[in-house]
């Protein structure tokens, strides 16, 4: 006699559909990544290593604001409860569209103001 181990159902992999509405219009992104809480101004979607990425500024993290801004990387399928937020931001000097990675790779970018 064997007993099932159940197992809670795996929650489905945000969607880049959400990124690309917060791309073109430039609206802040909530999530849950690495167990905390994030807020992200997504600046480009792009493939690699047949893994989907985006490339954001944090503008929070867990409530509180960064002490300096940074673009990070953030795999998609890491972040968790991934919504659009009503949080408008412009796009960041930091981003370098130009970036050797980016070539034959992105998905959607930001236009630069």
């Given at each position: 006699m064997s007993s099932a181990i159940e197992r809670p159902a795996a929650s489905p992999p945000p969607s880049p559909a959400v990124i690309f509405e917060a791309i073109v219009k430039q609206l802040a992104v909530a999530a849950t990544y690495?167990?905390?809480?994030?807020?992200?101004?997504?600046?480009?979607?792009?493939?690699?290593?047949?893994?989907?990425?985006?490339?954001?500024?944090?503008?929070?993290?867990?409530?509180?604001?960064?002490?300096?801004?940074?673009?990070?990387s953030f795999k998609l399928a890491g972040l968790g409860a991934l919504r659009i937020t009503p949080r408008r931001f412009s796009a960041s000097t930091l981003h370098n569209p130009g970036d050797p990675r980016y070539e034959g790779t992105v998905l959607m970018a930001i236009e630069p103001n």
């Open positions: 690495n167990r905390g809480d994030v807020t992200l101004a997504p600046h480009v979607i792009y493939t690699r290593h047949d893994e989907i990425y985006v490339d954001a500024t944090t503008l929070e993290r867990d409530g509180k604001p960064p002490k300096e801004e940074k673009m990070g």
